[in-house]
Nanobody, 118 residues
Framework: QVQLVESGGGLVQPGGSLRLSCAASGNIFGIYSMGWYRQAPGKQRDLVAR???????TYADSVQGRFTISRDAAKNTVYLQMNSLKPEDTAVYYC????????????WGQGTQVTLSS
């Protein structure tokens, strides 16, 4: 089992910044990635950014250059620094733990709301 605890969402004006945090605990081993997905009302949950256990990062085109994912391996924590936020970034953001080897089900955080409003 892996537990994920997210924090850092909130209300921000367009152009502003927020930093999300996701702390993982439990069976953190193997080759894995941690990342952030988001889901807006009426839409599917989409990948925002991901970082693997060796530090490789992946970003959605829509956030490339504005968002940065990073990790503190000692704390099993990943961060999503979100800059130049846009109204279309409004969504519930979910932390994800995906173990590649050995294979196991994905784990998800409870979600944190990010709302852009002027």
């Amino acid at each position: 089992q892996v537990q994920l605890v997210e924090s850092g969402g909130g209300l921000v004006q367009p152009g502003g910044s927020l930093r999300l945090s996701c702390a993982a605990s439990g069976n953190i081993f193997g080759i894995y990635s941690m990342g952030w997905y988001r889901q807006a009302p009426g839409k599917q949950r989409d990948l925002v950014a991901r970082i693997t256990s060796d530090g490789t990062t992946t970003y959605a085109d829509s956030v490339q250059g504005r968002f940065t994912i990073s990790r503190d391996a000692a704390k099993n924590t990943v961060y999503l620094q979100m800059n130049s936020l846009k109204p279309e970034d409004t969504a519930v953001y979910y932390c994800n733990f995906h173990r590649i080897l050995p294979a196991s089900p994905d784990y998800w955080g409870q979600g944190t709301q990010v709302t852009l409003s002027s």
